[in-house]
């Protein structure tokens, strides 16, 4: 289950991070509770998932999935740049959360 609550844990702070963009600095209500319910649940199931797992582990693996998810929701809806070095430097997020994975 530990996995389970990072993987939501890691989405939540996707959906966070994307309702912080559209809060505008907090100036627009609906975002900006988003927001703040997104990123309670993000920091509640990470709680839930230090129970068993490695705090470097299971900090690495969400902050991966919500950097790496941040960034490919920002090219798709707010038409960030997708030039091929960024596309390189995701990968390496992605390898070395799966690299820290392996020697845990």
Known sequence: MSWIFLLIA???EI???I???RAEGF???LPSISCLIFGSLSFYF???SLISLP???A???WTGIGSVGSVIIGMIFFNESR???RILMIMFIIVGAIGIKMTS
Do not use: E, M, P, W
């Open 27 to 29: 100036k627009r209500l």
């Open 19 to 21: 309702s912080l963009k």
């Open 15 to 17: 959906g966070s991070v």
């Open 83 to 85: 030039n091929l070095l």
């Open 10 to 12: 890691g989405f939540a």
């Open 59 to 61: 900090y690495a693996i």
């Open 55 to 57: 705090v470097g582990t």
């Open 46 to 48: 990470l709680s839930l």
